[in-house]
């Protein structure tokens, strides 16, 4: 009784550890999720999840200020202007000036189905230990 009254506080901290890191990797996807929406630069989506968790930013419930992120740090966001629109966008999105090529190359044509097998020498032997030990003493391999 009297360990089990011992382990019950390294338990209890260890319970609210984890509650802890729960609460952040909540915070972390809820973040990440609306980083692409609130037009967070490519690259530094990290970078402003780490500003907004250091500075006030986040509310009680998890969401993030993304106005008061924006305005605090500006250099981590778009305009949206700037960015392409990927393959396959929605319409109303500005299109990919580079067209995309869609015909295969030329294949060459098959001389064999045999893939090379051979080609002009004759077959090798197949592996066996007793060639292999004959071989290292020096004796001619029949």
């Known amino acids: 009784m009297q360990a089990d009254a011992e382990k019950l506080p390294s338990l209890q901290q260890q319970l609210e550890q984890a509650e802890q890191d729960a609460t952040d990797a909540r915070a972390q996807a809820t973040f990440f999720e609306g980083a692409s929406t609130n037009n967070v630069k490519r690259g530094s989506a990290r970078l402003a999840f780490l500003a907004a968790k250091d500075g006030p930013f ?9 106005d008061s992120l924006q305005a605090r740090f500006p250099d981590l966001f778009d305009d949206g202007t700037a960015r392409p629109a990927p393959t396959g966008a929605s319409p109303g999105t500005p299109v990919q000036e580079k067209a995309v090529v869609t015909e295969r190359p030329a294949v060459a044509p098959r001389t064999s189905a045999s893939a ?12 066996s230990m007793t060639s292999a030990i004959r071989s290292a003493a020096g004796r001619q391999v029949k």
């Open 58 to 66: 986040f509310n009680d419930d998890g969401s993030v200020q993304w």
């Open 116 to 127: 090379g097998a051979g080609a002009g020498a004759p077959p090798r032997r197949p592996f």
